[in-house]
């Protein structure tokens, strides 16, 4: 792979990348929150973060390949339930390296990840919410220089001018009907 090329899918991949990383602070306030050390805090904020981050760049990129299309969630839900099951393991095995202890997995793996599946239905909505209210402006701002950006971008913009002209037409529909029903009301008096 070119370097240019693999800075555009950097590029591609960075909206969902920094949602995992975000997703890894998140983990760390609330670890912080309830009264666990710094360091093992720390550690779960990074061992959780860092997986969710290559995971969500992979979003990023299924997007860019057609494979995935935006604004639809079904696609962002099979990927996390998967995905997020898989990084909530790497999490449990890698907080004890990074606090001095033995990887470990947890005692019941199979209900572990059944859990963890049942969980990321929640984790893709947040997901998938704020990957279409951050990708846009990063694609727009990119896509002079990346063609990926620009075939999402065009997505995006397209989708934004139905979803506009929708929400005209309907309140057209609407001002028509009152005015038609103050017209009938004025007719009876």
């Not at 720390?42 to 990129?61: C, D, H, N, T």
């Not at 950006?149 to 065009?154: D, I, K, N, P």
């Amino acid at each position: 792979m070119t370097g240019n090329r693999l800075r555009r899918s950097g590029e591609l991949a960075l909206p969902g990348a920094g949602i995992g990383l975000l997703a890894g602070l998140a983990a760390l306030g609330l670890a912080l929150l309830a009264g666990q050390p710094v360091g093992w805090s720390v550690a779960a904020g990074m061992a959780l973060g860092l997986p969710l981050a290559l995971i969500g760049g992979g979003f990023g990129l299924l997007q860019a390949g057609g494979v995935v299309s935006p604004g639809v969630f079904a696609p962002a839900a099979l990927y996390w339930l998967v995905g997020f099951p898989v990084a909530r393991l790497l999490q449990e095995v890698l907080i004890g390296p990074l606090t001095g202890s033995a990887p470990a997995l947890p005692p019941d793996v199979l209900g572990f990840l059944a859990y963890q599946a049942i969980v990321s239905l929640g984790f893709a909505i947040g997901f998938s919410w704020l990957h279409e209210r951050i990708a846009p402006g990063w694609l727009r701002r990119i896509r002079h220089r990346n063609p990926g950006a620009e075939r999402l971008y065009s997505f995006y913009l397209r989708h934004a001018e139905a979803q506009w002209r929708a929400r005209e037409a309907r309140r057209r529909a609407r001002a028509e009907t009152g005015r038609r029903s103050l017209l009938r009301s004025k007719g009876e008096s």
